[in-house]
């Protein structure tokens, strides 16, 4: 199992940045998806970003395509999404997810992934 602990949520007006952090501890592989979803009252939780710490790759969700960036130290088993020229509509509970099941992590359907952060709260004001 992994234990992951997210960390940097907040509040932000529109056209800002804010930076997540997961801390990752416990049974951790070197070669595996990881990712951030995002949950917004009413709404489905979705995919946001998703890595591949083997090689670098990344997927991202159409909504933040060009604004978020998703990275991962592996040195020091931490994930992070830069989220810039932030919009009301990416205000929501951002969770940090690993431990993805079957061929297809990246297309980030919450119920492949076993281990979730607690999550961390982002409002974004207009």
């Known amino acids: 199992q992994v234990q992951l602990v997210e960390s940097g949520g907040g509040s932000v007006q529109a056209g800002g940045s804010l930076r997540l952090s997961c801390a990752a501890s416990?049974?951790?592989?070197?070669?595996?998806?990881m990712g951030w979803f995002r949950q917004a009252p009413g709404k489905e939780r979705e995919g946001v970003a998703s890595i591949y710490t083997g090689t670098g790759s990344t997927r991202y969700g159409d909504s933040v395509k060009g604004r978020f960036t998703i990275s991962r130290d592996n040195a020091k088993n931490t994930l992070s999404l830069e989220m810039n020229s932030l919009e009301p509509e990416d205000t929501a509970m951002y969770y940090c997810?690993?431990?993805?099941?079957?061929?297809?992590?990246?297309?980030?359907?919450?119920?492949?992934?076993?281990?979730w952060g607690q999550g961390t709260q982002v409002t974004v004001s207009s």
């Open positions: 997810a690993a431990d993805c099941s079957g061929y297809n992590c990246h297309i980030m359907k919450p119920e492949t992934y076993k281990s």
């Open positions: 416990g049974h951790t592989y070197s070669r595996h998806w």
